[in-house]
């Protein structure tokens, strides 16, 4: 082989494994980069999940179940009932004691 093709080869050789080096570097950074931002990211991502989940217990804890507040809403509507029927009870007391008293004045008079 002559010496100019062996040189030229040798150029080549020489300038492809810069190239590729330059090349490789470069993708290097760029993942790193990505990395880096991605780690950034997920940071800020897990920050706005905690302040979710803080609010989602902080609702749970500080509400009712719908359950609960349906039991709570069956009772106090049993007791109104039964206020009801203790009103209707205490007038019809009443009228008998008004009956009564009005005999009763009657039998004085």
């Known amino acids: 082989m002559p010496d100019d093709i062996r040189w030229l080869i040798g150029a080549m050789i020489t300038v492809s494994t810069f ?4 090349v490789f570097a470069t993708f290097n950074n760029i993942k790193t980069r990505i990395n880096a931002m991605d780690e950034r990211l997920s940071g800020k991502i897990e920050a706005g999940d905690d ?3 803080d609010r989602l217990n902080r609702i749970r804890d500080e509400y009712v179940r719908r359950s609960d507040l349906d039991g709570h809403i069956h009772r106090l509507e049993s007791s109104i009932k039964d206020l009801e029927e203790h009103r209707e009870t205490s007038k ?3 009228r008998r004691l008004d009956a009564i008293i009005a005999s ?3 039998n004085n008079a």
């Open 19 to 22: 190239v590729g080096g330059i």
């Open 92 to 94: 019809e007391t009443t």
């Open 104 to 106: 009763l004045a009657k």
């Open 51 to 53: 302040v979710l989940h």
